[in-house]
Antibody, heavy 116, light 107 residues
Framework: EVQLVESGGGLVQPGGSLRLSCVASGFTVSSNYMTWVRQAPGKGLELVSLIYSGGSTYYADSVKGRFTISRHNFKNTLYLQMNSLRAEDTAVYYC??????????WGQGTMVTVSS | DIQMTQSPSSLSASVGDRVTITCQASQDISNYLNWYQQKPGKAPKLLIYDASNLETGVPSRFSGSGSGTDFTFTISSLQPEDIATYYCQQYDILPYSFGQGTKLDIK
């Protein structure tokens, strides 16, 4: 079965760090464009980061310099390292496969809450 | 950045109604436009890609049209299971921006 399963969310204090993981099954992460999309409570969708199959990366301006997207080819896993977290980073974080013509596979989401 | 403006932001309709949502891009995006459905507590689901192509397994009552800056998403006959929030997304230029969403419920 083709699926994505995220983990790693939780409650963290402002300025803290978290690493999100997204394990893929049924397809190869490194052969695809992969993304992290977040959704703040009651709000819309925002593309946070993207990693191309060739390894190049993109970051939204709001997270540039604080977040790092990466992948582990052997584990078939996508990561999002989040540092210097702020209250405005509070959201559900989804990983998704980008087929260029749409994000066709999504994980179930993992909640990140930044609060003291 | 390209701004995507959806309308309406919310909509009430009856079962069997034809429902239409529009999405306007702030600049020409050709047909690089997708539509997603998101039910409460769930991840978004891709319904329409490249403005008018139905994703595999999606019921044929869903359709999309448009190109350039103006796009339309239609449900030909609303079903109870269609209650959700719908988002458009442009993927012409990074950041791949989403519309603000249209919340659809049953009248």
């Amino acid at each position: 079965e083709v699926q994505l399963v995220e983990s790693g969310g939780g409650l963290v204090q402002p300025g803290g760090s978290l690493r999100l993981s997204c394990v893929a099954s049924g397809f190869t992460v490194s052969s695809n464009y992969m993304t992290w999309v977040r959704q703040a409570p009651g709000k819309g969708l925002e593309l946070v980061s993207l990693i191309y199959s060739g390894g190049s990366t993109y970051y939204a301006d709001s997270v540039k310099g604080r977040f790092t997207i990466s992948r582990h080819n052997f584990k078939n896993t996508l990561y999002l390292q989040m540092n210097s977290l702020r209250a405005e980073d509070t959201a559900v974080y989804y990983c998704a496969r980008d087929l260029r013509s749409g994000f066709d596979i999504w994980g179930q989401g993992t909640m990140v809450t930044v609060s003291s | 950045d390209i701004q995507m403006t959806q309308s309406p932001s919310s909509l009430s309709a009856s079962v069997g109604d034809r429902v239409t949502i529009t999405c306007q891009a702030s600049q020409d995006i050709s047909n690089y436009l997708n539509w997603y459905q998101q039910k409460p507590g769930k991840a978004p689901k891709l319904l329409i890609y490249d403005a008018s192509n139905l994703e595999t397994g999606v019921p044929s009552r869903f359709s999309g049209s448009g190109s350039g800056t103006d796009f339309t998403f239609t449900i030909s006959s609303l079903q109870p299971e269609d209650i959700a929030t719908y988002y458009c997304q442009q993927y012409d230029i990074l950041p791949y921006s989403f519309g603000q969403g249209t919340k659809l419920d049953i009248k």
